[in-house]
């Protein structure tokens, strides 16, 4: 209840927060069914005090009657006129309709739809008025010559659309594609497909793809006759799309990775139920067996229909002892029946909800299909058109429907569907199910389709939100120069190792278990909040942690702390700390084989202390939810001896196999790994080396991988599944990151960003350090290199260097030091072992922060708006440094190269330098601009596995498949096949002939000569 008034409170602000805009709308398509999702949008805009401008063929208001701040631009009989003349008359319904040449067609059709109603008067009024100036445009997301607005009024662009995301919405978007793991909502057949029917959908994919790219050409050439030559391509506007709004739920797209300026909205059109007309409502009550609901939708017209599908249709029904009510567009039916009710107009969402309604025969559009999955209505889907083919497919892949196929539909077929989906309970069963988790969202879908537009217009668009990978084109995004050299090098050694083959020839209240095991308060500061949270709101929680929250019987009667500190410091401290010198190595093959085998000795030992043995040993114990720190894979056989769902969560990024887990999109350049030293404006040679290391790092992570499946087994015995396994248990992720972080990286649903988590309420200074700030006349800098670089595993000569800078400035300096001198200290230089680090950088005296770059370091500092100069020393801290000077927050320094000039200068600048102070703030303003806290939604989503048992329908089919199977190297090798059988074909082919033609002129040359 407190987390829903907290929702309410922070949308009525955001309210006040935002002042009225001036919105134009573009919806061209002319189908009620595409325009009653956008008027939901556009009409509470309107209510929120926008000024609003749609051009529609499908107003919402009758002339004249809509509110004063809501212009509709209605283009009604042009555009159905267009439409029925140019696709109506000729369309007939048949096998498939998604083809190369209907794609031509459709888009031309949807070309000429565009021109027509932009040369209406009406419309040429608004685009011939200069002082026109809009703040926003939505556009609907299928026409793309609509995207020459943006280009006219320089305004942001959201992209709307009333379906899923069609034709190359998610090329525009960066969101990552697959065509059989993430198909096409124009796809025919989607699941439990065989190679071949595998290859033909490939085919039909890139049929599309290639009619969609020739149309752009066209669709460029349409914007240009009528707006002149100095039009951008399409390919350019492209790039000035902010966001794209979808009409599906995660569920309905297989939980495809999305960045985060795609915002689904499914069902956002669905309005409050109302009461039946009374004639219509004594129809229903009085029927004794149940009603039949039949409707093909708005697009799909009788005319259009085979005869004797019609036939068939009437025949089943009339002989059912249900009664049937028909929306059919025609005064009669070509049979009368008197069970067959019809009329051209049916109110289908009230309808549907009433409780005689046993079955809803469908064309499976997608607003007929979210009203029946609300209603919990069972359907039998008969697709015609576009995306009605897809939709069947998830009927019958959810459990809530038959999808049958007009081209063979017979009597039988019919009838045995219809009664096979009335008389099974499992059919509305899983519809009320699917229902329940469509439903469980933290803010409807209207709500979050405003939030995010009035956030396009608070920011002047959403280009901080865009993935890396967003309209690249496939040589940019394959790396294809790259590829050619590694295929270069790889031709090179594989002719080298031919010829040696040649020459060797020759010769609910719940309980929840929190495993978090790494020995680095950084760390633990991560956790702490979630599970804090979680037992404030009634679960009881076991935490096994080195770093326990409360001094011991302190903890609140439901927190357990599982104190395994000194194990598992005494460890850390003498097989890795007293080693470690930062010499200003990153992360390595070496370094991730002797820092995780440590860490396994750790969790080992952890495992083996008497506590845990006791959680581990109880039968009786159970629990409901496990919480486990991502980076610490041995933990996962908690999953195994408690048969729970399991929570992932990292203090950092996704590292090592996370992403595999998870199903990431990954890439080693666009998306890098958060243990990667280099990553923005790389060489062709420093791409090669950042590659090697990337793989050097996988394959140390996979030899780890082996290494600890055979601790588990040790430990556990042989019958403990391989790690491979168990991770099918993992069901989410938390990261503790903003997206930003990662260029946006498209991440499943699975997957929950939660930068920031760690940080907590401002409290005051102490008054000594208050006052020592207060006085400081120039300002301060504040040095620290976090609780794991200590000052022994510095090199001294740079401490020395450092220690000669700070103290020839002017500035104070407030240094976290973990011993109790410096060497050559200065006045102007104070140390301490512990600084309110959080409080302290919030001082308006602090000037900079000296950092190793640390994650939750580089956060604090991002918050308070202070500025960076980063010397990393471990782990992801080269990562961060990095993304300071991507974002112009901060320099980066190389500890190795470090000198008094470097270090002195990097200073000077980022103090002097007012860009610093202004990125840094500009990037906290981004940041913080969310809908809800990252402990509210990380709290929500742990009590959401918790509600549902796990979230396995989340999981996307890419999380932990194997290379060969993601790119369907089975697929990829027949069709290799081929290609080197025809190319073998004709080479034989042509020497053949070649050799005929040589053989002919011998023998002329022999008859000269004899001659």
């Not at 090179?492 to 040696?500: D, E, G, N, T, Y």
């Amino acid at each position: 209840m407190a987390f829903k008034l907290l929702l309410i409170i922070y949308y009525a602000s955001a309210l006040t927060n935002i002042e009225s805009a001036r919105i134009l709308a573009v919806f061209p398509f002319p189908s009620i069914s595409h325009q009653v999702v956008f008027r939901k949008l556009t009409q509470e805009l309107a209510k929120r005090g926008h000024d609003i401008t749609v051009l529609t063929p499908d107003p919402a208001f009758p002339n004249g009657g809509a509110p004063s701040n809501f212009n509709e631009i209605d283009l009604h009989d042009i555009s159905y006129q267009t439409w029925q003349k140019l696709f109506q008359e000729d369309f007939r319904v048949r096998k498939n309709f998604i083809s190369f040449s209907e794609i031509r067609r459709m888009t031309e059709i949807m070309g000429i739809l565009f021109k027509t109603q932009l040369q209406s008067p009406k419309v040429q009024e608004i685009l011939t008025n200069t002082t026109n100036k809009f703040d926003l445009v939505l556009m609907e997301a299928i026409m793309r010559p609509a995207l020459v607005f943006s280009h006219i009024y320089n305004a942001p662009i959201i992209l709307v659309s009333s379906l899923g995301a069609m034709f190359n919405n998610h090329h525009i978007m960066g969101s990552p594609t697959h065509p059989l793991l993430y198909p096409s909502p124009l796809h025919q057949r989607i699941y439990n497909l065989t190679v071949w029917e595998k290859l033909e959908e490939l085919y039909n994919h890139f049929s599309t793809d290639y009619a969609l790219y020739l149309n752009e050409a066209d669709e460029t050439h349409l914007i240009r006759q009528m707006f002149g030559p100095e039009i951008p391509p399409l390919s350019d506007l492209y790039n000035n799309v902010d966001m794209l709004f979808i009409n599906i739920h995660p569920l309905w797209a297989n939980n495809q990775p999305v960045p985060p300026n795609v915002i689904y909205m499914g069902g956002i059109h669905q309005l409050p139920e109302k009461e039946l007309p009374n004639d219509l409502k004594k129809y229903l009550e009085s029927s004794t067996h149940g009603v039949i609901y039949l409707s093909f939708g708005t697009n799909v017209l009788s005319g259009m229909m085979p005869p004797d599908k019609i036939q068939i249709i009437i025949k089943v029904l009339s002989h059912l002892p249900y009664d049937v009510l028909w929306k059919w567009d025609k005064d009669e039916l070509p049979e009368k029946s008197n069970n067959i009710k019809i009329s051209k107009w049916f109110p289908q969402s009230d309808l549907l909800r009433h409780p005689k309604v046993k079955l809803f025969i469908t064309q499976a559009g997608l607003q007929s299909t979210d009203e029946a999955i609300t209603a919990g209505v069972p359907l039998i889907a008969i697709p015609m058109l576009g995306d009605q083919w897809y939709n069947a497919e998830k009927y019958v892949k959810y459990g809530i429907g038959k999808h049958l196929n007009i081209e063979n539909l017979t009597e039988d077929i019919l009838k045995d569907a219809v009664e096979t989906v009335i008389k099974d309970e499992s059919y509305r069963k899983n519809i009320v199910r699917l229902r329940q988790l469509m439903r469980d969202q933290p803010e409807s879908p209207l709500k979050r389709a405003v939030w995010w537009t009035e956030y396009v217009i608070r920011h002047g668009g959403a280009k901080e939100l865009r993935a890396a990978s967003a309209n690249i084109s496939y040589a940019q995004y394959f790396e294809v120069e790259l590829i050619l050299v590694l295929l270069a090098l790889a031709s090179i050694v594989l002719v080298a190792f031919l010829l040696a083959i040649v020459l060797i020839i020759k010769c609910l209240k719940t309980k929840i278990l929190a495993v978090f095991p790494v020995p680095s308060i950084s760390h633990q500061v991560v956790f702490r909040p979630i599970t804090q949270e979680l037992v404030k709101r009634g679960h009881e929680v076991t935490v096994i942690t080195p770093d326990p929250a409360f001094p011991k019987g302190e903890a609140p009667l439901n927190l357990t702390e599982i104190d395994v500190h000194d194990i598992s410091y005494t460890t850390w401290r003498n097989s890795y700390m007293d080693s470690y010198k930062a010499d200003g190595s990153s992360t390595n093959y070496n370094v991730v084989r002797q820092k995780w085998t440590l860490l396994s000795k750790i969790v080992e030992m952890q495992l083996q202390s008497s506590e845990v043995q006791k959680i581990i040993n109880d039968k009786n114990n159970k629990f409901d939810l496990i919480l486990i720190e991502a980076m610490i894979r041995p933990a996962l056989v908690f999953s195994y001896i408690f048969k729970a769902p399991i929570i992932l969560v990292s203090s950092l990024g996704a590292i090592l196999s996370n992403q595999k887990v998870m199903g990431l999109h990954a890439h080693p350049l666009l998306y890098p790994s958060a243990l990667q030293k280099r990553i923005y404006n790389l060489t062709l040679t420093e791409k090669l080396n950042e590659l090697y290391k990337y793989c050097s790092i996988e394959l140390a992570d996979y030899l780890n991988e082996v290494d600890e499946n055979k601790l588990l087994r040790k430990m556990f015995g042989p019958r403990v599944p391989p790690l491979s396994e168990l991770y099918l248990r993992v069901d989410m992720l938390f990261i503790n990151i903003s997206p930003i972080w990662v260029d946006n990286q498209p991440v499943p649903p699975t997957v929950q960003y939660i930068g920031g988590i760690h940080r907590k309420s401002e409290k005051e200074l102490p008054k000594d350090l208050q006052t020592y700030l207060n006085s400081s006349k120039h300002g301060v800098i504040y040095l620290s290199f976090g609780t794991n670089a200590l000052a022994r595993t510095i090199p001294q000569d740079k401490i020395r260097v450092i220690v000669n800078v700070l103290s020839e400035l002017s500035y104070d300096v407030l240094w976290k030091w973990d011993e109790h001198k410096l060497p050559g200290q200065s006045d102007n230089i104070k140390l301490s072992k512990w600084y309110p680090q959080y409080d302290l950088l919030r001082h308006p005296k602090v000037k900079l922060f000296i950092t190793q770059a640390g994650l939750q370091s580089t956060d604090e500092a991002i918050n308070a708006g202070v500025p960076l100069v980063a010397i990393p020393m471990l782990g992801d801290q080269w990562y961060n440094a990095e993304k300071c000077v991507k974002h112009g927050i901060g320099k980066k320094l190389d500890i190795n190269t470090l000198t008094e000039t470097g270090f002195r200068n990097a200073v000077e600048n980022v103090i002097k330098d007012d860009s610093y102070k202004k990125n840094i703030i500009k990037l906290r303003t981004i940041l913080e601009d969310q809908p809800d806290t990252a402990l509210q939604r990380a709290v929500w989503w742990a009590e959401y596995v918790i509600r549902h048992s796990g979230a396995k329908h989340l999981r996307p089919p890419s999380a932990n498949v194997s290379f060969t199977e993601y790119f369907e190297i089975e697929v990829l090798f027949i069709m290799l096949l081929v290609v080197l059988t025809v190319l073998a074909t004709i080479s034989i082919s042509i020497i053949f002939v070649t050799l005929k033609i040589l053989n002919r002129f011998s023998k002329q040359e022999t008859k000269l000569k004899g001659s």
